[in-house]
């Protein structure tokens, strides 16, 4: 597991919409920033092989990598650690366990978890949620300090959206890509 203190400020999260392009995108990543592997629209064994070669680039980077997926398999496929709702968190401490949350109740949910970070989101607009309500960047902020747990802003991220949130911690997937 990671030291929190060292927990990546930069994260890149995977998925159809960037598979064509995700190789460079680690490549473009500060050294030692943190990558969620996602790719839902694979089968099984499709997603197998390419978490394999996306880790390998991701490790070549010293980025950590993150499952969106069971704990169990992201033990077996030797992620760093894995990604999602509260309710899918592992009870042992052996894998990074980064929560999704999209309100306070999902942050508490988060936090009794034993979430190392909380993804809040959406922050702004976004593709992946077209029709979400989205945060904005004062609530996104009187959410994220109400916690004691890291929070990385997801959401419509990008470099100028990011400087203008004003956050330490952050996440994309178009906005890295």
Known sequence: MANLQSLPELWLLSDQRNDACVEEALARLPRGSGFVFRHYHLDRSARRARFAALSACA???DHLVI??????????????????????????????K????????????????????TLLSPVFPTASHP????????RFRLLARKTDVPVIALGGM???????????RWAAIDGLS
């Open 98 to 117: 980064l929560v999704t949350a999209h309100d306070w109740k999902e942050i508490v949910a988060a936090e009794r978890a034993g979430a190392d970070a």
């Open 131 to 138: 029709n979400a309500e989205t945060l904005g960047a004062v």
């Open 59 to 61: 490790r070549r980077r």
């Open 158 to 168: 990008t470099p100028d959206t990011a400087k203008r949130l004003g956050w330490p």
């Open 67 to 96: 499952l969106a997926g069971s704990p169990v398999l992201a033990k077996q496929w030797r992620a760093d650690g894995v990604y999602g709702a509260a309710s899918g968190m592992p009870r042992d401490d052996s894998l990074l």
